[in-house]
């Protein structure tokens, strides 16, 4: 169920409706439960028996980590077996077809069979938030994991589609404390639900036309064409996402709870740390926590290891958006990026004088730069192959 549709402003109203007029107090984390469930069935019923089925190794994987005191290897076997199991899953649902296919371009022949499978719906989202919830538990961060929290935080219909990413420790301790928001704030957050709808339907959807040269390159487009393209689709991709994302923070705040924050400002940020910073940051926040930093982070004072930490983390944040080379490269160049400033802010700035001080020149190109190195990585982002990224890449530089 799409938010841009009349099916969800039907289900939505009805929902909230519901939940303050008919809802016992008590009973409204399990009706969340209830219409999340109804809301994720919409499109393949099959696949809820898949989050559902998640979830519960989750939740037993959780409370068998809380459950006394553990010898450290048992905890360690339980994290390790319940997040094999839940990583598996995207694994094989997202990736196993991209995987047959790269080994039989590679062999040049057809090895392995390619299976036609139907990626469930949010897969991405719910396994992250899971993985979430099991690591913090093993690190103590997390005490108690009630089945009416844990439920209502897996099946929270506004973030099940596209997120944002939600934190467990946040989000459970709302569900106590459930009240009718003040007509001020429910003005608020429905007028973040329409700012949300012209995002995506308006402005991120009339851009579609101008992004033509970058998914289909070659004649008639000329060097303008793809720089408009290139363009048309940074617009596009932030209204689009950042659409969505408040849509699913104004429902939810509509229904009295808070969600994180997706997105702020990201394309005037100064440089590519400040970029991802706040550009999807419950992602850019998750890919830090539970892979740059246990991979050692800048731990240790090695740049080598840095980048090759960063390296890692953003081919994976780049896999995680899709299946595909276009997507794992396009995370190399965020990790290029990424290496690259870290070097820049410790090796250069403290020797140049200027860089050193504050200036509306020096922050003018600063962004700039940063703002047209992230949307040469759209490009491939959005090329449906890398010798399609190529060819925009040469039709926009190359005379």
């Not at 740049?303 to 960063?310: D, E, G, H, M, S």
């Amino acid at each position: 169920m799409i938010f841009n549709t009349w099916t969800f402003a039907v289900f939505a109203t009805i929902t909230v409706l519901a939940y303050w007029t008919v809802v016992p107090r008590r009973a409204r984390p399990w009706y969340l439960v209830i219409v999340g469930c109804i809301f994720y069935a919409w499109a393949v019923p099959a696949y809820l028996l898949l989050i559902l089925a998640l979830a519960a190794i989750t939740y037993a994987g959780g409370q068998a980590l809380l459950s006394g005191d553990l010898p450290a290897a048992q905890r360690r076997a339980i994290l390790s077996l319940a997040v094999v199991a839940i990583a598996g899953s995207l694994v094989t649902f997202k990736y196993t077809k991209f995987l047959a296919l790269t080994v039989n371009q590679v062999a040049h022949r057809s090895i392995l069979p390619i299976p036609q499978i139907v990626v469930p719906l949010a897969i991405s989202f719910f396994t992250f938030e899971f993985v979430h919830v099991l690591v913090d538990i093993y690190q103590r961060k997390i005490s108690r994991l009630a089945l009416r929290d844990f439920a209502a935080f897996t099946m929270f219909f506004p973030t099940l589609v596209a997120g944002p990413i939600k934190r467990f420790e946040s989000f459970a301790p709302q569900l106590d404390a459930i009240e009718m928001p003040s007509t001020e704030i429910l003005a608020l957050n429905l007028y973040r639900v329409a700012i949300g709808l012209v995002k995506k339907v308006v402005i991120a959807d009339s851009m579609s036309v101008l992004t033509q040269p970058i998914l289909a390159p070659g004649f008639p487009y000329g060097r303008a064409d793809y720089w408009i393209a290139m363009l048309a689709y940074s617009a596009k991709i932030y209204f689009d996402f950042s659409g969505y994302s408040d849509i699913a923070i104004g429902v939810a705040g509509v229904l009295g709870l808070r969600i994180p924050e997706n997105f702020d400002r990201p394309y005037w940020s100064g440089n590519i740390a400040v970029f991802w910073r706040r550009w999807h940051m419950s992602l850019s926040t998750w890919i830090r926590d539970y892979i740059f930093i246990p991979l050692g982070g800048s731990r240790g004072g090695s740049r080598v290891r840095t980048a090759a930490n960063l390296f890692i983390a953003m081919a994976i944040a780049g896999l995680w958006h899709g299946a595909a080379l276009t997507f794992v490269a396009w995370g190399l160049w965020h990790g290029l990026g990424l290496a690259v400033h870290r070097f820049w802010d410790a090796a250069v700035v403290p020797h140049v004088a200027f860089l050193r001080k504050p200036s509306f020149a020096v922050g003018a190109v600063s962004t700039l730069a940063t703002f047209v190195f992230v949307a040469l990585g759209w490009v491939l982002f959005a090329a449906t192959s890398l010798p399609s990224a190529v060819s925009v890449y040469a039709g926009m530089l190359l005379p």
